[in-house]
Every structure is written in structure tokens, then in C-alpha cells.
């Protein structure tokens, strides 16, 4: 059975996600991510990450 007026989302297993309207669940077709920059990558970033932390390490023992 088929029902065109539903109120809640059946697929939601919390309450208050079951109140929510099923438009709000939805993702558009032509939504696509950001790409990210090269210094947000996983290994440039952490890279970038640790060499500051190192420099910044290695540096305050000198002084």
C-alpha cells in the first residue's frame, strides 16, 4: 500500500527526526563537494601541521 500524504519520515528511527519533513533528508542531484585545497588534503595538511609544531618546538628550546 501506497500513501501520498505521509507526516513523518518512516525511515528515521529518532523521534524527532521522524518530525521532520522528508524534504529535509533529501540531497539535491546536482550538489557535488567543494574540492579542497592542497594545503586541506589529509597528507599535506598533516605535513604542514607537524613541521610548524616541530619548528615551533625546536625553536622555543634554542632561545
Known amino acids: ?3 501520498k500524504l505521509v ?3 518512516e525511515g528515521a528511527r529518532h523521534p524527532f527526526r ?3 519533513a522528508p524534504h529535509v533528508f533529501a540531497v539535491p542531484a546536482e550538489w557535488k563537494p567543494k574540492p579542497l ?3 586541506q588534503r ?3 595538511h598533516l605535513f604542514v601541521v ?3 609544531a616541530f619548528f615551533t618546538v625546536f625553536y622555543t ?3
Open 1 to 3: 500500500m501506497q500513501r
Open 7 to 9: 507526516q513523518t519520515s
Open 18 to 20: 521522524q518530525a521532520l
Open 37 to 39: 585545497k592542497w594545503w
Open 42 to 44: 589529509e597528507d599535506a
Open 50 to 52: 607537524s613541521f610548524g
Open 61 to 63: 628550546f634554542i632561545a
